[in-house]
């Protein structure tokens, strides 16, 4: 078995805009969530969580999981008790 790689639209880097664009006011809210729950009376806590936050980590599985949530085969579902409303 062989795999073939086709290139996606020209000689364009890929990116991740269009996913963020979708999903944009509700990655905000996602990012006001971790910033609440980095909060610590330990120095060192919200600090390294600052890094993770300024260089954009944690943030791949939910931006999936919101532009999935839109996805026309998804049914409605109660909204996530971690997401504020």
Same mark, same amino acid.
């Given at each position: 078995?062989?795999?073939?790689?086709?290139?996606?639209?020209?000689?364009?880097?890929?990116?991740?805009?269009?996913?963020? +664009?979708? @999903?944009?006011?509700?990655?905000? +809210?996602?990012?006001? @969530?971790?910033?609440?729950?980095?909060?610590?009376?330990?120095?060192?806590?919200?600090?390294?969580?600052?890094?993770?936050?300024?260089?954009?980590?944690?943030?791949?599985?939910?931006?999936?999981?919101?532009?999935?949530?839109?996805?026309?085969?998804?049914?409605?579902?109660?909204?996530?008790?971690?997401?504020?409303?």
């Amino acid at each position: 078995m062989t795999a073939t790689i086709h290139q996606i639209g020209g000689h364009r880097a890929p990116s991740l805009d269009p996913i963020l +664009k979708l @999903v944009a006011p509700e990655m905000n +809210k996602v990012n006001a @969530v971790i910033l609440d729950r980095m909060q610590s009376e330990i120095p060192l806590i919200p600090e390294l969580a600052g890094h993770l936050i300024a260089g954009g980590g944690k943030r791949m599985r939910p931006m999936l999981t919101l532009a999935c949530a839109r996805l026309p085969c998804s049914a409605p579902k109660p909204r996530p008790p971690w997401l504020p409303r």
